[in-house]
């Protein structure tokens, strides 16, 4: 079934997916301009980041719903379970940012602008969207186990590809100076903030559906 969007829904769609693409883009050149690894590595770096791999994952996900609804992609971007997964991806980029890396580096000018998109305001724009137009839908209680495929990964990715290129987009991720037993540990904490949105959202998503 289509679910076409409303008025209001797709206008906020549409400026998420303006601000992610708009972010998106200037981190690449940023990247490129101060990177001093041969270009495909810088690539491959690029799309090692959570954050990047998150927020193209939204920007797709609002182009797609807010544009192309009747398309194939508009379809599975319809599907309930695939806004909320996406919603408790962003957000915990936001919380796990905020949180844990921001203290990290200090970023300024266009650089500073576009961590500030990237961490903070389009995680929060996305789960208004959430809030506004997706939290009334029910879901079923193990829906979460699929959801945390994408995480997971990610970090058996990061992990296998640090082995070789000893690149880790993460300061907790990194086994050369934290030891495998560490990283493990550091995945584990981050696999349950995962999981702790997860049932969130999902408990949200009925809770309003049974007071429909």
Request: hydrophobic content about 55%; overall charge positive; proline content about 5%.
């Amino acid at each position: 079934m289509i679910i076409t969007p409303s008025y209001s829904s797709k206008i906020l769609a549409v400026i998420i997916a303006a601000l992610a693409w708009f972010a998106l883009t200037v981190q690449f050149i940023l990247m490129v301009k101060t990177n001093t690894t041969p270009l495909p590595e810088t690539i491959i770096r690029y799309f090692s980041f959570f954050t990047i791999l998150t927020n193209l994952l939204v920007a797709v996900y609002a182009t797609s719903v807010a544009l192309m609804p009747s398309t194939s992609w508009g379809r599975f971007f319809s599907n309930p379970s695939v806004g909320t997964a996406t919603t408790v991806y962003i957000v915990a980029v936001g919380v796990i940012y905020n949180a844990i890396l921001r203290a990290l580096w200090q970023p300024v000018g266009t650089q500073r602008i576009v961590d500030e998109l990237l961490h903070t305001i389009i995680p929060f724009l996305f789960l208004m969207y959430w809030v506004l137009f997706l939290s009334r839908k029910e879901l079923p209680w193990n829906a979460f186990f699929m959801w945390l495929i994408y995480p997971l990964a990610y970090c058996l990715y990061i992990i296998g590809r640090g082995y070789f290129s000893k690149f880790y987009p993460y300061p907790f991720m990194d086994v050369t100076k934290l030891g495998y037993k560490q990283v493990a540990l550091n995945s584990l904490s981050v696999t349950i903030v995962f999981l702790g949105f997860s049932i969130l959202l999902i408990n949200i998503g009925r809770l309003k559906s049974s007071k429909k």
